[in-house]
C-alpha cells in the first residue's frame, strides 16, 4: 500500500514537471498537491502547479506553515485535521491565501499517509473558482429568470384586472345602453319609443279601448327664464311623479319631448277614463312658491290605429287645451308673484295706488293716448314683480327690473309694459341702470314712472313744496325737466294735496 502511494505521489509530480517543462498551460493543469505535517502544520512538499497556482516559488512554499495559506483560524483547522485522521472527513471547501494579497476558493481532498514512518497529510488541491464563477453566474441567471417571471406574472394580472375592468365597463355600457333604450334618463319615465312599442302591442292584442293622454307641461319657458333650468327640470320630474301616480299598474307614462308626456292605458272603462283626465287637469306644482300644472288631450282608441295618428290626434286636443288656459294660467302665476311682492314689500300697495293716479295725470298733461296710458298704469301695477322672484338681497335692487322685464315678457305682457319696467330705474344723465341710457333715449313712460315714484319716496319724510322743490332742481338731471316743469303748476300741486288727504 505504500508503495503505491509512493508511486501515485511521483507520478504526480513527475506529471507536473513534465508540465512545467513543457508549457505555462501544462503547469496550469497540473496537480495541486502538498504534503503537510500534521503536527507542526508545515509543507513538506509542493509541485510547480501548486508554485504557478499560489504565486510562491516551491522553496518559499516549503517554508510556509498551512496557517499562512489556509484562513481558517488554527481552532478550525486542528478540528478539521482531526477529521482527516480518524478519517471521518477528507473533503473540504477552504479559501487559499495567494501570494500577491488575492484569495481564491479550493477544494481539498487530504488523506493521512505514513510515509517513512511518519505520519503526513496528502492533499489534493482543486481550484473551484471558476465553478464558483458558473454557480453565481447561474445563480444571477436563475434570479434574473425569477425575476422575469415575477414581472411576467405581474404583466399577466395587470392584464387580467385591465381586461375585467374593461369588461365591467363594457357590461355597465351596454346596462346603460339598454336602460337608455328604454327610459328617460331624467324623469326615469318610459321614452318615446317604448311609448309607440307599447301602444302598438296593445293593439296586436286587440286590448281596446286604449286611452292615450298627452300632456304638456304649462309656463315652462316661464320657468326656465326666470329661475333656470335646473328648476325647470325639477317641474318636469314633479309632473313626471304625479302622471305615473295616477297610470299606477293600468298603464305606462313615457316622456316623448322636453315638456311633453304620454300616457296610455289599454283595456278601460270610459268612465275612469275621464276620472283620469279631471285629475291630470287638477295636478299642480308648486315650485318657488308659485303653481304650476299641466295641459291635457285625450284620445280614446276604439279600433285598428296607428300610433302616429292616435298621437296626432290626442296632441291636437292637448294645444286647443293649452291655448284656451294660456291667459289664466299667466293671469293666475301673475297674482302669486304680485302676492310674494306683497309680503316682501307690504307698501306696494299704496305705493302702487298713489303712483298710479299720479302717472294718469302726468300722461294726460302730456298728451298721452289712452292706450298708452292704460299700458303705463299696467307697467306701475307690475313694475316691481321682479323683486318676487329674486331671493338675493344684493341683487334685487340693480337686477329686479332686468328680472322684471323676463317675468312679463314670459307671462305675455305687451312690450310697451316691459320695456316701462325695464327702464324705469334710468336717470335722465345716463346715471341710472340697468342700461345707462341717457335723455330721450330713455322711454317716455319710464321718465313718468320715475318721476312718479321719486314723488312718492319724498312724500314720506317731507311736504309737497319741499318735494316740487327738489324735482326743479333735478330737472334736466336725475329727471326729465320737460315733465318737471308740469309739478311746479299749482294744479299738480292741489292734485298731490287731494290725493294725500283721501288716503286711510
Not at 482 to 489: A, Q, R, S, V
Amino acid at each position: 500500500m505504500k508503495k503505491l502511494l509512493l508511486i501515485i505521489i511521483f507520478c504526480t509530480l513527475t506529471t507536473g514537471m513534465l508540465y512545467a517543462d513543457d508549457n505555462d498551460m501544462s503547469i496550469k493543469r497540473g496537480s495541486r498537491m502538498i504534503l503537510m505535517d500534521p503536527d507542526t502544520r508545515d509543507v513538506a512538499f509542493e509541485n510547480n502547479a501548486d508554485s504557478w497556482f499560489y504565486r510562491w516559488t516551491i522553496d518559499s512554499l516549503l517554508q510556509k506553515n498551512i496557517n499562512e495559506i489556509n484562513i481558517l483560524d488554527k481552532e478550525k483547522i486542528q478540528f478539521e485535521m482531526s477529521l482527516v485522521k480518524g478519517q471521518k472527513k477528507n473533503h473540504f471547501n477552504y479559501i487559499h491565501k495567494i501570494s500577491d494579497g488575492y484569495i481564491c476558493h479550493v477544494e481539498v481532498i487530504s488523506y493521512s499517509i505514513i510515509l517513512e514512518s511518519e505520519e503526513k497529510f496528502f492533499s489534493t488541491i482543486i481550484d473551484v473558482m471558476d465553478k464558483l464563477s458558473t454557480e453565481k453566474k447561474l445563480m444571477k441567471q436563475n434570479e434574473s429568470n425569477e425575476e422575469m417571471l415575477i414581472n411576467i406574472i405581474y404583466l399577466i394580472l395587470i392584464f387580467l384586472f385591465m381586461f375585467i375592468v374593461v369588461m365591467v365597463l363594457i357590461l355597465k355600457a351596454n346596462i346603460k345602453l339598454k336602460y337608455l333604450s328604454i327610459y328617460d334618463p331624467l324623469t326615469k319615465v318610459f321614452n318615446r319609443t317604448r311609448a309607440s312599442e307599447t301602444y302598438m302591442n296593445l293593439i296586436v292584442k286587440k286590448k281596446l279601448p286604449i286611452a292615450l293622454f298627452m300632456i304638456d307641461v304649462n309656463n315652462l319657458k316661464f320657468i326656465n327664464d326666470t329661475f333656470g333650468h335646473i328648476i325647470g327640470d325639477e317641474m318636469i320630474v314633479k309632473i313626471s311623479n304625479e302622471l305615473k301616480i295616477l297610470a299606477g299598474n293600468k298603464g305606462i307614462v313615457s316622456r316623448v319631448s322636453g315638456d311633453e308626456f304620454v300616457v296610455i292605458l289599454g283595456k278601460i272603462d270610459e268612465s275612469e277614463i275621464y276620472v283620469i283626465e279631471d285629475r291630470i287637469k287638477k295636478i299642480f306644482v308648486r315650485l318657488k312658491g308659485i303653481h304650476f300644472n299641466a295641459s291635457v288631450g285625450l284620445f280614446i282608441v276604439t279600433e285598428n290605429m296607428p300610433y302616429e295618428a292616435a298621437f296626432s290626434m290626442a296632441e291636437s286636443k292637448m294645444y286647443t287645451c293649452k291655448v284656451n288656459n294660456r291667459s289664466n294660467n299667466n293671469e293666475r302665476i301673475e297674482r302669486e308673484l304680485l302676492n310674494k311682492l306683497s309680503h316682501k314689500m307690504p307698501d306696494n300697495k299704496n305705493q302702487v295706488q298713489f303712483v298710479s293716479k299720479v302717472v294718469a295725470y302726468l300722461g294726460e298733461k302730456i298728451g298721452l293716448s289712452f292706450e298708452e296710458i292704460d299700458d303705463l298704469l299696467e307697467a306701475t301695477r307690475v313694475q316691481d314683480i321682479g323683486i318676487s322672484v329674486i331671493e338675493d338681497l344684493d341683487e334685487m335692487e340693480l337686477n329686479h327690473s332686468e328680472k322684471g322685464y323676463s317675468v312679463l315678457n314670459a307671462l305675455g305682457k305687451p312690450y310697451s309694459v316691459s320695456n316701462t319696467v325695464f327702464h324705469h330705474h334710468e336717470n335722465y344723465d345716463s346715471s341710472g341702470y340697468p342700461k345707462g341710457l341717457k335723455g330721450m333715449e330713455i322711454p317716455l313712460s319710464s321718465r313718468i314712472l320715475s318721476v312718479s315714484n321719486f314723488i312718492y319716496y319724498e312724500l314720506s319724510h317731507k311736504s309737497i313744496n319741499d318735494v316740487i322743490v327738489i324735482l326743479d332742481d333735478l330737472g334736466g338731471q336725475k329727471f326729465d325737466a320737460n315733465l318737471t316743469k308740469f309739478t311746479k303748476d299749482s294744479s299738480f300741486i292741489e292734485f298731490i294735496k287731494q290725493i294725500l288727504d283721501n288716503q286711510p
